[in-house]
């Protein structure tokens, strides 16, 4: 069964951009090696995150994801079955806004706004689904 997920997650205090390149390889790797694709949206120390694949494989990567010491308040904002992925043709794709770009791109101050309302999961299908437009193909 083909699955998504989407989460958000507060980094640790001043994450550096090394420590998430570092992220970044080794999900590439990794999902590279179990057939997962998604996406990673970063802004003002806060995650947002979809991934994509076997139902049994994304579960177990968002359980090593949920205890990884880089970040915490990890909060599931949608989970469904899917028939298609989104981002088929990346291991993990990546973008980093800043406060001038999220407004501009997202129509939003920051990721933690989605939390607050009712229709969560919806919103934070769209965001992805948007920069599945934008973000160029890598990885």
Same mark, same amino acid.
């Given at each position: 069964?083909?699955?998504?997920?989407?989460? #958000?997650?507060?980094?640790?205090?001043?994450?550096?951009?090394?420590?998430? +390149?570092?992220?970044?390889?080794?999900?590439? =790797?990794? @999902?590279?090696? *179990? *057939? !997962?694709?998604?996406?990673?949206?970063? &802004? %003002?120390?806060?995650?947002?995150?979809?991934?994509?694949?076997?139902?049994?494989? /994304? @579960?177990?990567?968002?359980?090593?994801?949920?205890?990884?010491?880089? #970040?915490?308040? /990890? !909060?599931?904002? &949608?989970?469904? =079955?899917?028939?298609?992925?989104?981002?088929? %043709?990346?291991?993990?794709?990546?973008?980093?806004?800043?406060?001038?770009?999220?407004? @501009?791109?997202?129509?939003?101050? =920051?990721?933690?706004?989605?939390? *607050?309302?009712?229709?969560?999961?919806?919103?934070?299908? +769209? !965001?992805? @689904?948007?920069? %599945?437009?934008? !973000?160029?193909?890598?990885?």
């Amino acid at each position: 069964m083909l699955f998504e997920l989407i989460y #958000h997650s507060k980094a640790v205090l001043n994450i550096e951009d090394y420590e998430i +390149e570092s992220i970044l390889k080794t999900a590439r =790797e990794f @999902n590279a090696k *179990h *057939h !997962i694709t998604g996406c990673l949206l970063f &802004h %003002n120390n806060q995650f947002l995150q979809i991934l994509e694949g076997d139902f049994d494989k /994304v @579960n177990a990567l968002y359980k090593s994801i949920r205890s990884d010491q880089r #970040h915490h308040s /990890v !909060i599931t904002l &949608h989970m469904q =079955e899917i028939k298609t992925r989104s981002y088929q %043709n990346w291991s993990m794709a990546y973008q980093k806004f800043s406060n001038d770009s999220i407004k @501009n791109t997202l129509e939003i101050n =920051e990721f933690h706004d989605i939390i *607050h309302k009712n229709n969560f999961g919806k919103i934070s299908k +769209e !965001i992805f @689904n948007f920069m %599945n437009k934008v !973000i160029p193909v890598s990885h």
